[in-house]
């Protein structure tokens, strides 16, 4: 069984472009989770999706984040426009049910310079 | 919105040594500890998780206490190997929810 995937494994970007980022879960997983860990901080809680809905969205910084998971399998998270504290790393996760074993994917390495 | 307060930052031990990571949580509507391991380039993984009806679990080498009245639980590792040297993070999701809140992790290094 395929585990959680994320692409790209690193991306590097300038101040002000875009970067979209994607997750595919485990396959019939309908829980799906964004977190994000800045360098040496803790891994934080950007977003959780239960099937194509937001469940819970307060982790979000700010306007410029927009995630989505259209037809409920893979999902996406794009950065517009990107800045400097932007980075780090983000993770994906994906459940069963909400408070079972989450799943991570390896996470995608953001730098913006 | 850190709710879990893990600590030491970092930890260096021998190889046969017992490392013991400390996390602290501030809502009580937790009730499901896990603890994940991450190796360098690589997720977060489970590695053992405890809720609070017990006050101790065991898998293998590694072990949770839990202290509810304290609110605090911790992450023994016995006979520590080489191999175990990775970061390691407990954390805490609401109840019936997986947003979990973690703690900043703990970078665990094993000498051989």
């Known amino acids: 069984e395929a585990g959680v995937t994320q692409f790209p494994s690193h991306s590097v970007i300038e101040k002000g472009q875009t970067v979209t980022l994607r997750c595919d879960p485990i396959s019939g997983h309908d829980n799906l989770y964004w977190y994000r860990r800045v360098m040496g901080k803790e891994i934080k809680f950007l977003l959780h999706?239960?099937?194509?809905?937001?469940?819970?969205e307060s982790g979000m910084p700010n306007n410029r984040f927009l995630a989505e998971r259209t037809g409920g399998t893979y999902s996406t998270l794009k950065v517009q426009p990107a800045e400097l504290e932007d980075s780090g790393v983000y993770f994906c996760?994906?459940?069963?049910?909400?408070?079972?074993?989450?799943?991570f994917g390896q996470g995608t390495r953001l730098t913006v310079v | 919105q850190q709710q879990v307060k893990q600590s030491p930052q970092s930890l260096i031990v021998q190889k046969g040594g017992i490392p013991i990571i400390n996390c602290a949580y501030e809502n009580t509507a937790f009730d499901y500890f896990p603890w994940y391991q991450q190796f360098p380039g690589k997720g977060p993984a489970l590695l053992i998780a405890?809720?609070?009806?017990?006050s101790e679990k065991k898998e293998g080498r590694f072990t949770i206490s839990f202290n509810k009245s304290a609110k605090q639980f911790s992450l023994h590792i016995m006979d520590s190997q080489p191999g175990d040297s990775a970061t390691y993070f407990c954390a805490a999701p609401p109840y019936g929810n997986n947003d979990m809140r973690f703690g900043a992790g703990t970078r665990l290094t094993v000498k051989p």
């Open positions: 405890i809720r609070p009806d017990v």
């Open positions: 999706f239960v099937k194509e809905s937001k469940q819970d």
């Open positions: 996760a994906s459940s069963t049910m909400p408070g079972t074993e989450a799943f």
